[in-house]
C-alpha cells in the first residue's frame, strides 16, 4: 500500500503523541496507536506497522534507561515469549477485528481480578516467563499486550525508571516477534510502504525522547496511581469498541 500525504500526517502525530505517552507511564501509547492503525489499515498491515512503530519507540526508551534494566525479569520473559511465538508459528492464528479489540478490552480486569494470593508480580519466581508466554501469545493475537503486562509490573515494588526500562526491553522482543511473525511468517511484510514505515519510527524516537522530561517530575507513587488508572479506562475503551464492532 502507498500512503497518501493526509495518511501519512496523521499517522506520524499519532505516533509522536503516543510515544510521548508510553515513554511517560511505559504503557498506554501502543494501544492508542494500535487502536488508530486498525481504523485507517487492514489489519495485517496494522499489526506489522505497529510493531515497527513500537519495537523504535521501545528501544529508543530502553537505550535512554538502560543502566535501570533488571535483565534477570528480562531474561525469563524472553524464554516465554520465544515458547509462544513457536506454538504460534505451527498454528498461524489471525484473528478478526472484534476479537483483537474484546482480547485488550478484557485483559486488565482479568490480571486485576485475581486474589491477592495469587496475583501477578514480575518479580515473584517463574512469573518473569508466564509473562513472557501470556503476553507474547496476546500480541501475536490481539497485536499488544500492554495492560496484561502491566498487570505483571504494577504490583512490583521497582522504581518508576526501573519498571520503564525493564518493560520497555520486554516489549522490544515482542514487537520484534510480531515484526517477524505478521512481515515474514505470515507474510503481510509486502504489504507495508517503506516511507511511512521510516515516518513513523522517526517520530517515534521523538516522542519518546520528549517524555523524558516528564518522567523526571513524577514520584514513583503517582506513576502506579496512573498506570492503574489508564489500564483500567483502556480496557473499558477496546472493550466496548470489541463489541460494537461484533454487533454492527
Same mark, same amino acid.
Given at each position: 500500500?502507498?500512503?497518501? $500525504?493526509?495518511?501519512? $500526517?496523521? +499517522? #506520524?502525530?499519532?505516533?509522536?503523541?503516543?510515544? /510521548?505517552?508510553?515513554?511517560? &507511564?511505559?504503557?498506554?501509547? %501502543?494501544?492508542? &496507536?494500535?487502536?488508530?492503525?486498525?481504523?485507517?489499515?487492514?489489519?495485517?498491515?496494522?499489526?506489522?506497522?505497529?510493531?515497527?512503530?513500537? /519495537?523504535?519507540?521501545?528501544?529508543?526508551?530502553?537505550?535512554? +534507561?538502560?543502566?535501570?534494566?533488571?535483565?534477570?525479569?528480562?531474561?525469563?520473559?524472553?524464554?516465554?515469549?520465544?515458547? $509462544?511465538?513457536?506454538?504460534? !508459528?505451527?498454528?498461524?492464528?489471525?484473528? =478478526?477485528?472484534?476479537?483483537?479489540?474484546?482480547?485488550? %478490552?478484557?485483559?486488565? /480486569?482479568?490480571?486485576? #481480578?485475581?486474589?491477592?494470593?495469587?496475583?501477578?508480580?514480575?518479580?515473584?519466581?517463574?512469573?518473569?516467563?508466564?509473562?513472557?508466554? #501470556?503476553?507474547?501469545?496476546?500480541?501475536?493475537?490481539?497485536?499488544?499486550?500492554? =495492560?496484561?503486562?502491566?498487570?505483571?509490573?504494577?504490583?512490583?515494588?521497582?522504581?518508576?525508571?526501573?519498571?520503564?526500562? !525493564?518493560?520497555?526491553?520486554?516489549?522490544?522482543?515482542?514487537? +520484534?516477534?510480531?515484526?517477524?511473525?505478521?512481515?515474514?511468517?505470515?507474510?503481510?511484510? @509486502?504489504?507495508?510502504?517503506?516511507?511511512? @514505515?521510516?515516518?513513523?519510527?522517526?517520530?517515534?524516537?521523538?516522542?519518546?525522547?520528549?517524555?523524558?522530561?516528564?518522567?523526571?517530575?513524577?514520584?514513583? @507513587?503517582?506513576?502506579?496511581?496512573?498506570?492503574?488508572?489508564?489500564?483500567?479506562?483502556?480496557?473499558?475503551?477496546?472493550?466496548?469498541? %470489541?463489541?460494537?464492532? +461484533?454487533?454492527?
Amino acid at each position: 500500500m502507498i500512503a497518501s $500525504a493526509a495518511l501519512l $500526517a496523521g +499517522l #506520524a502525530a499519532a505516533s509522536v503523541g503516543t510515544s /510521548f505517552v508510553s515513554g511517560i &507511564l511505559g504503557m498506554a501509547g %501502543g494501544m492508542i &496507536l494500535l487502536g488508530i492503525l486498525l481504523a485507517a489499515l487492514p489489519l495485517p498491515a496494522a499489526m506489522a506497522l505497529h510493531g515497527v512503530t513500537q /519495537f523504535a519507540s521501545n528501544g529508543w526508551r530502553a537505550a535512554m +534507561l538502560r543502566r535501570d534494566i533488571d535483565w534477570r525479569i528480562v531474561r525469563g520473559y524472553a524464554i516465554g515469549a520465544l515458547a $509462544a511465538l513457536g506454538a504460534f !508459528t505451527l498454528a498461524r492464528v489471525v484473528l =478478526p477485528k472484534p476479537a483483537v479489540l474484546i482480547a485488550m %478490552g478484557i485483559a486488565p /480486569f482479568v490480571g486485576l #481480578a485475581l486474589p491477592e494470593r495469587v496475583y501477578l508480580n514480575v518479580e515473584r519466581r517463574g512469573h518473569s516467563f508466564a509473562c513472557g508466554l #501470556a503476553c507474547a501469545a496476546l500480541s501475536l493475537t490481539a497485536g499488544i499486550a500492554g =495492560p496484561l503486562l502491566d498487570i505483571f509490573f504494577v504490583r512490583s515494588r521497582m522504581t518508576r525508571h526501573r519498571v520503564i526500562a !525493564t518493560k520497555a526491553v520486554t516489549q522490544v522482543l515482542s514487537h +520484534l516477534l510480531k515484526i517477524v511473525y505478521y512481515g515474514v511468517i505470515v507474510g503481510t511484510g @509486502a504489504a507495508l510502504d517503506a516511507a511511512l @514505515a521510516a515516518t513513523m519510527v522517526v517520530t517515534a524516537f521523538v516522542g519518546t525522547s520528549l517524555s523524558g522530561y516528564v518522567v523526571e517530575r513524577m514520584t514513583d @507513587a503517582s506513576f502506579r496511581s496512573w498506570t492503574r488508572r489508564v489500564i483500567v479506562a483502556l480496557g473499558l475503551v477496546y472493550l466496548t469498541s %470489541g463489541v460494537v464492532v +461484533l454487533v454492527r
